[in-house]
C-alpha cells in the first residue's frame, strides 16, 4: 500500500483533523458523498462517554503527516469509516474493516454479552462502491433502520414560531444546570445508547472543538425546565448546518416545542453564516418526518443500515 501509516486516537487534535477531513472532502465532492461533521461529532462523543477513544479510533496518515482516513468503533458493536477522495478505495478500506474485526475478536473475547453481536455499519443509498465493498465482507441490508436525509435551503423564509404558556425558546445559557441538560437527553433517548449520558459527561461534551453554546437550542418551561432541544453543528467550509440530537421531553410533546427549537436553530444557522441545513430520522417515524417537511425540509437522500451477517465473504 502507499506510504501510508496507522495509529490510535491520541488527543483533541485528532478530532479537529477528523472535522476538517470531512469539510475538505465535501467541498470536492457533494452534500451526501461525507457525513456532515456534526454526525461525527455525536458518534465521537457516544465513544467518550462510554468506551476510550484512544483504543475505539483509528487514524490514517500520509507520509506528510496529514489525516486521510479514520474508523470509528462503537457500542453494538458499529462501525463507521471515512477517507479522504484521494485515497478511496485504495487499501484503507480493507484495513479499516481487518481492524475492526481484529479488535472485535479481542473486545468478545473480555464481555461476549456487550460486543457479541454483529457489526452495523451502513451507506447512503447513492454510494454503490460502499454497498458492494460492505456486501463482499457478509454484511445484508437491513430494511427496518434505513434513514431519510433531509436538507431546507435557508435562503426561503424561516416561519415564525408560536409559543404559549409562558414557554421560552433559547441557547442553553451560561446560567443554565448542565445536570438539567443532560437529564433532559437522558429523559429523551432512554433505554438507547444515546440516552445513556452522565452530567459530566455532557460537560466533557461542551468542551470538544465544534460544540457552539448557542446552537444547543432548548425550550424552556416558566419554572425553568428543559422541555425540549435540538443541537446544531456548523460546516463553515461549506456553509452547511446539520441538527441532531432532537426531542422534546415525554411530557411535552404535542405542543409545537419541538417545532419551536428548530425554528430557532434555522435562525441561528443563517446568522453563523450557513445557507443550508440538513437532518436525519429514520424512514418510519413519519411524525418526525412530517414535522421536518412542515419547517421546510425535504428528502434527498437516504441512509441504508447494514449488519454483518457472515464472515469476510471475498
Request: proline residues 5%.
Amino acid at each position: 500500500m502507499r506510504s501510508l501509516s496507522s495509529r490510535y486516537y491520541q488527543d483533541e487534535q485528532d478530532l479537529v483533523a477528523m472535522q476538517r477531513l470531512l469539510m475538505d472532502a465535501r467541498s470536492s465532492t457533494d452534500d451526501w458523498h461525507y457525513c456532515h461533521v456534526g454526525e461525527l461529532q455525536f458518534a465521537f462523543f457516544m465513544v467518550l462517554c462510554h468506551l476510550n477513544p484512544q483504543q475505539h479510533v483509528r487514524l490514517w496518515h500520509d507520509k506528510m503527516g496529514s489525516l486521510v482516513a479514520y474508523a470509528i468503533l462503537g457500542e453494538d458493536p458499529s462501525l463507521d469509516w471515512q477517507v479522504s477522495p484521494d485515497h478511496e478505495w485504495s487499501g484503507i478500506e480493507d484495513e479499516a474493516m481487518a481492524w475492526t474485526e481484529a479488535r472485535l475478536t479481542d473486545l468478545r473475547g473480555h464481555d461476549p454479552q456487550a460486543w457479541g453481536g454483529p457489526i452495523v455499519s451502513g451507506s447512503r443509498q447513492d454510494s454503490p462502491q460502499r454497498i458492494a465493498f460492505l456486501q463482499a465482507h457478509g454484511f445484508t441490508f437491513r430494511g427496518d433502520f434505513a434513514e431519510v436525509n433531509m436538507l431546507r435551503s435557508l435562503g426561503d423564509t424561516i416561519p415564525a414560531a408560536v409559543l404559549s404558556g409562558g414557554y421560552q425558546v433559547r441557547a442553553f445559557a451560561e446560567g443554565d444546570s448542565v445536570p438539567s441538560r443532560a437529564a433532559a437527553q437522558r429523559e429523551v433517548w432512554r433505554p438507547w445508547t444515546v440516552g445513556n449520558v452522565t452530567d459530566e459527561d455532557y460537560a466533557r461534551f461542551m468542551q470538544l472543538p465544534g460544540y457552539y453554546r448557542e446552537l444547543d437550542v432548548v425550550a424552556v418551561t416558566p419554572n425553568g425546565h428543559i422541555a425540549a432541544y435540538v443541537n446544531g453543528w456548523i460546516d463553515p467550509v461549506n456553509g452547511i448546518g446539520d441538527f441532531g440530537p432532537v426531542g422534546a421531553l415525554p411530557a411535552y410533546r404535542r405542543r409545537g416545542l419541538t417545532r419551536a427549537v428548530l425554528i430557532e436553530g434555522l435562525r441561528r444557522m443563517r446568522a453563523h453564516g450557513m445557507d443550508r441545513v440538513c437532518v436525519s430520522t429514520t424512514e418510519t417515524n413519519t411524525p418526525a418526518r412530517e414535522l421536518y417537511e412542515s419547517i421546510g425540509f425535504r428528502i434527498v437522500n437516504k441512509y441504508l443500515d447494514y449488519a454483518q451477517t457472515r464472515g469476510d465473504a471475498k
